[in-house]
């Protein structure tokens, strides 16, 4: 029997956590400006750090550390590893 991993954003990922992107629910612009970063479909991303509320949220992804909007972070659907 397989448990089922939780699912999130990245915007509301824990700090220190990581997980495999899913998905990205956005327009087409914004989905390429990700894609570009090298977020994508089935990438390990972690979450380093956030700001309180509504601000930057910084993630690493292929040895590189990259910041968003708290929106644009928001968009993207990430299955979190077991611990």
Do not use: Y
């Not at 824990?14 to 970063?37: F, K, M, N, Y």
């Not at 909007?69 to 928001?74: K, Q, V, Y």
């Amino acid at each position: 029997m397989e448990l089922s991993k939780e699912r999130t954003t990245v915007a509301r990922m824990r700090a220190g956590t990581t997980g495999t992107v899913l998905e990205i629910a956005a327009g087409h612009a914004l989905s390429r400006r990700l894609q570009a970063l090298g977020v994508r479909p089935g990438k390990k991303i972690g979450k380093v750090s956030s700001m309180f509320g509504r601000g930057p949220v910084t993630i690493r992804i292929d040895n590189m550390e990259v910041a968003l909007g708290f929106g644009m972070a928001d968009k993207i659907m990430v299955e979190l590893d077991s611990k």
